[in-house]
């Protein structure tokens, strides 16, 4: 019999985390990460759906908490401040605005590609069909993309193993550059060149880095911001393919 994670309750004090702007944004980024499986509460305490609680958070003047964990499922509370908040409103709602946008994708099929690596291996959908694809949208001048290229790296060594998890990303630059930048950070996805028009036009990427969970049957699964994000939505996705 699997245990399941005890239930907790959180003590926020709303007023406090919300009187100074950075002192929210660690709370949110750290506590409220919008990107993960989460139970969605109003100002009034009744449930909705994740979709309405983000239309919520970037229409109305209201922010986000998280109060309390039932079975390992994380619960999010919406609540009214007693005062204005124009700069902590406006990224609330801008996050807000990004996960919708990500969590619209989901369930979608990834269009059709046919990418060829900076090492001329080639890609397309009926070639990773049956795998899971893992995408990293980013450019060279991108410092956040660039950041995490330790983190992508040692998700690329926990999975090395496994011939059904593939790990491409999609770079805007030029081959040439993407080849001399290279050398001096490592990278260990696949790294395909000038796919902008691809992110731009067909996935509508407007943000970076953003990293894509594709499923074996070529449908989006997650669409995130941050690798940390995308790891447990992998960890499950790799865990139900056949075999494991």
Sequence with gaps: MLATAPDENYTIHPEEILKDYDRWYAYTYDKVPLSQDFIGLDADSNRIDKRTFLHQLITEDV??????????????????????????????????????????????????????????????????????????????????????????????????????????????????????????????????????????DKLHINSYPTHILIGPDGKILKVVSSIDQLKPFLKRAAGRLPGH
């Design 63 to 200: 922010i986000a908490f998280r109060i309390r964990l039932v079975q390992g499922m994380p619960v999010y509370k919406l609540y009214k401040p007693g005062r204005h908040l124009d700069n902590i409103r406006s990224t609330a709602a801008q996050l807000a605005s990004i996960e919708m946008k990500n969590f619209q994708m989901e369930g979608a099929l990834l269009p059709e590609f046919r990418f060829t690596d900076l090492n001329g291996q080639s890609y397309t959908n009926e070639a990773v069909k049956g795998k899971l694809l893992v995408l990293k949208c980013w450019f060279i001048h991108c410092v956040a993309c660039v950041q995490e290229f330790p983190d992508c790296n040692a998700l690329v060594d926990a999975y090395k193993d496994r011939k059904d998890v593939l790990f491409v990303s999609l770079a805007i630059d030029k081959k040439k550059e993407l080849e001399a930048f290279l050398k001096t950070r490592a990278l260990r996805y696949a790294v395909i060149p000038e796919t902008g028009p691809f992110m731009v």
